[in-house]
């Protein structure tokens, strides 16, 4: 069991099961929403269950470019990534309160990380973006 919340403990939940992928994401939203890029926990939906706060989570709508609501507490606003929605959850890794038991593996949309951020390890890189901001 993976467990996680948000800065002031209002929102807690879990993770059952064993997440797909751990991934820094760069796409333009990841970036505006969280720096210049965000640590994701992704696995299969069914597998997070919120266990305190389901009232405390406000949603910011997806928008047409874009599948997943954005999530975040409404007291502190820390970041939880999408929640689920559909078959799988995204997860911001910053709000993980137990060692996901996996290790980043892929930078993805890296097509929209700022010019002046410089990738330095030897991870996966995939470039596609939700969308072109150019």
Same mark, same amino acid.
Do not use: N, R
């Given at each position: 069991m993976i467990k996680g919340s948000c800065l002031c403990g209002k929102v807690k939940f879990e993770i059952s099961g064993?997440?797909?992928?751990l991934s820094y994401c760069h796409c333009s939203r990841c970036r505006k929403a969280a720096g210049v890029f965000s640590a994701v926990l992704i696995g299969k939906a069914d597998d997070l269950r919120v266990t305190? #706060? !389901?009232d405390q /989570?406000?949603?910011f709508p997806p928008g047409p470019e874009w599948k997943l609501e954005r999530?975040?507490?409404?007291?502190?606003?820390?970041?939880? #990534?999408d929640m689920a929605t559909g078959d799988m959850y995204v997860i911001a890794a910053s709000a993980l309160d137990d060692d996901? #038991? /996996?290790r980043p593996?892929?930078?993805i949309?890296?097509?929209?990380?700022p010019d002046?951020? !410089? /990738?330095?390890?030897?991870l996966k890189k995939f470039e596609g973006d939700y969308i072109s901001e150019k």
């Open positions: 064993e997440p797909s992928s305190a #706060g !389901q /989570i406000a949603k999530c975040f507490c409404k007291e502190c606003g820390t970041s939880l #990534g996901p #038991g /996996i593996t892929v930078h949309h890296t097509g929209s990380k002046w951020y !410089q /990738i330095d390890d030897d």
